[in-house]
Every structure is written in structure tokens, then in C-alpha cells.
């Protein structure tokens, strides 16, 4: 399995406050399965890192789309998906 680095970054906070409920939701669901490596939001409050593990990146945007902030419209305004090589601990 890859891991892939997503860098999220909001738009609509408000709507991202009302469907935060159900996005936790479906992350943990996905790190119950081995989906999700771990995830949370950046400490200014503009934008997150979630780091899944699939096997490639075509699962990890069948993933992101599923999530309910894709869901809600305007929630995400951008998002940046790069494969991850973690190094340490090994």
C-alpha cells in the first residue's frame, strides 16, 4: 500500500464547521479499515493534512470524494494530492 499526502485547504468555514461532525465520522471509518493513516486540521485553521493508505492515487480521490466535505460544496477550496515516501520511523 502508498501512502498520499493530501493538503487541504477551506473555503466556506461555516459550512466546514457543520459538516465537520460527519467528516469525522467518515475518517474514522476509514482508519478502522487501514484507509487512514492520520489526519487533522493545520493550526491556523485554514487547511488540513490527511494522509491516506491506498494503492494508488486513483483510490485515494475515490476516498477524497466520498468524504463529506467534498460533499458540501464550498467546504474545499483547494487540495493538493502528492504520494508520500515516509522515511522514519521505518
Sequence with gaps: MAKFALIVTFGDKAKRDETR?????????LFDTGKLHESGPFVDDEGALIIYEVADETEARAQLAE????????????VQIREWNRVFPA
Design 21 to 29: 461532525p460527519s467528516h469525522r465520522v467518515y475518517l474514522k471509518s
Design 67 to 78: 468524504d463529506p466535505y467534498s460533499k458540501a460544496e464550498g467546504v474545499i477550496a483547494d
